[in-house]
């Protein structure tokens, strides 16, 4: 069983529609990251969350410490979202203990 | 804010070729530093860290080695590619409990 599990694998959305993303772990961890990746392969960092709920933007973050599990949720979803978003924690070595990651089409 | 170096973005190399990539990062000092691969189908798996120059520390066996001759330089080697050395290496900078610096990643083909 993976550590990091992500749901759904992939997610086909119409413009507007509100999204969300799971992520469930099965380690303790001190912070868990949600991460863009675009189709060129970069990588940008969206939300560190160690407790309760952030929001930018359109995108919220939410984690429940007790449940082990965190949503991605995107309101009001664009084409321009449409990228792979993936659930990380930090492993015992500081790293990144990264998700396989869900891949969103979101379309006009 | 940091900012992570990494090049080339793409690279098709034979097999049994050497590798040289390389990640530089400015805007900080004394980073955690982190090579980080993707194979096709996989999530990204921890290659190597180092917390200091000189100190690298690996996750897996393989057919890669990682040195760090600077504070801000991070470079992941190989004498002699193989085949399945292919995929997206991710060069990555983030201390304890701080926000996750990534390079724009290069994706290697081995033919």
């Known amino acids: 069983k993976n550590e990091v599990e992500q749901s759904p694998q992939n997610l086909t959305a119409q413009e507007g529609e509100f999204i969300t993303i799971n992520c469930s772990y099965s380690v303790g961890i001190s912070a868990l990251h949600w991460l863009q990746q675009h189709p060129g392969g970069g990588i940008v960092s969206l939300f560190m969350?160690?407790?309760g709920k952030k929001k930018h933007g359109r995108l919220i973050a939410t984690i429940n410490i007790q449940e082990k599990h965190s949503s991605l949720h995107i309101t009001a979803s664009h084409p321009r979202d449409s990228a792979v978003y993936i659930c990380a924690v930090r492993g015992s070595q500081g790293n990144l203990i990264f998700g396989k990651g869900t891949k969103l089409s979101v379309k006009p | 804010s940091q900012t992570i170096h990494q090049w080339p973005a793409t690279l098709v190399q034979p097999v049994g070729s050497p590798l040289s990539l390389e990640c530089t990062v400015e805007?900080?000092?004394?980073?955690?530093l982190y090579w980080y691969r993707q194979a096709a189908g996989r999530g990204l798996q921890l290659l190597f860290y180092s917390i200091g120059i000189g100190q690298i520390s690996s996750e897996v066996p393989q057919n890669l080695s990682a040195s760090r001759p600077q504070d801000r330089q991070f470079i992941l080697s190989s004498k002699k590619l193989l085949l399945s050395d292919s995929g997206f290496y991710l060069c990555?900078?983030?201390?304890?409990?701080?926000?996750?610096?990534f390079g724009q990643g290069t994706r290697l083909t081995v033919v």
């Open positions: 990555a900078c983030h201390f304890p409990n701080t926000e996750a610096f």
């Open positions: 805007g900080t000092s004394n980073p955690n």
């Open positions: 969350l160690s407790s």
